[in-house]
């Protein structure tokens, strides 16, 4: 199992990015795929979860009504969809597949990880 998160750059306060997450691998598993991220001297947070059916997404508090995540089975993508971005949205963001079967937001619940990408939102 492989991933691959990139669309991170520099945005201004209230503008929009969008991240993509590629998998690939035969043999997934899991439940389905998370983003997380991890600000400057920081732990990881939870930002978003959906499963493979499409039937459950999660989002963390802070961002729910301005992120949404998405996937292209076609693609082997998983898209996180950021408006209306926050400086307090500056993070490294990580894709991940989770293979726990404990609470999505746990970052121990997730084995395969992307290797992050930066986005940087200015005042």
């Known amino acids: 199992v492989q991933l691959q998160a990139f669309g991170g750059g520099l945005v201004q306060a209230g503008g929009s990015l969008r991240l993509s997450c590629v998998y690939s691998?035969?043999?997934?598993?899991?439940?389905?795929v998370g983003w997380f991220r991890q600000a400057p001297g920081k732990d990881y947070e939870f930002v978003a979860f959906?499963?493979?059916?499409?039937?459950?997404?999660f989002y963390a508090d802070s961002v729910e009504g301005r992120f949404t995540i998405t996937r292209d089975n076609a693609k082997r993508t998983v898209y996180l969809q950021m408006n209306r971005l926050e400086p307090e949205d500056t993070a490294v963001y990580y894709c991940a597949v989770r293979t726990g079967t404990s609470y999505y937001s746990r970052k121990n619940e997730y084995a395969f990880w992307g290797q992050g990408t930066q986005v940087t939102v200015s005042s």
């Open positions: 691998g035969s043999d997934f598993g899991g439940s389905g």
């Open positions: 959906r499963d493979w059916t499409g039937r459950s997404t």
